[in-house]
């Protein structure tokens, strides 16, 4: 529903209600984009996420930095080889 929503470009529509309905208060549409791609793809690395939501590096870095600090996801792994995970 989000990611159709991001491509249909009505992203924000519906932000309040599927916050709530998702119990994920606090944070915007790119972060649960990001949440929803993760879940479908466990161990995705910061670049697969870039190409996902046509996003900048800085942007995708400060959400994955944010979403870590909320423990929301987590990186597993060395540097090299590993990825984020959906906590």
């Not at 989000?2 to 599927?18: F, P, Q, T, V, Y």
């Not at 709530?20 to 161990?43: Q, S």
Request: zero cysteines; charged letters at 30%.
């Amino acid at each position: 529903d989000h990611i159709n929503d991001h491509i249909n470009g009505r992203e924000g529509a519906n932000d309040h209600i599927n916050d709530h309905i998702n119990g994920r208060e606090g944070i915007n549409e790119t972060a649960a984009l990001i949440l929803a791609f993760l879940e479908k793809n466990p161990g995705a690395k910061g670049g697969e996420i870039m190409l996902f939501l046509q996003k900048g590096r800085a942007t995708i870095v400060r959400y994955l930095k944010s979403l870590k600090e909320k423990e929301l996801i987590e990186y597993r792994g060395s540097r090299k080889t590993g990825g984020y995970f959906k906590k």
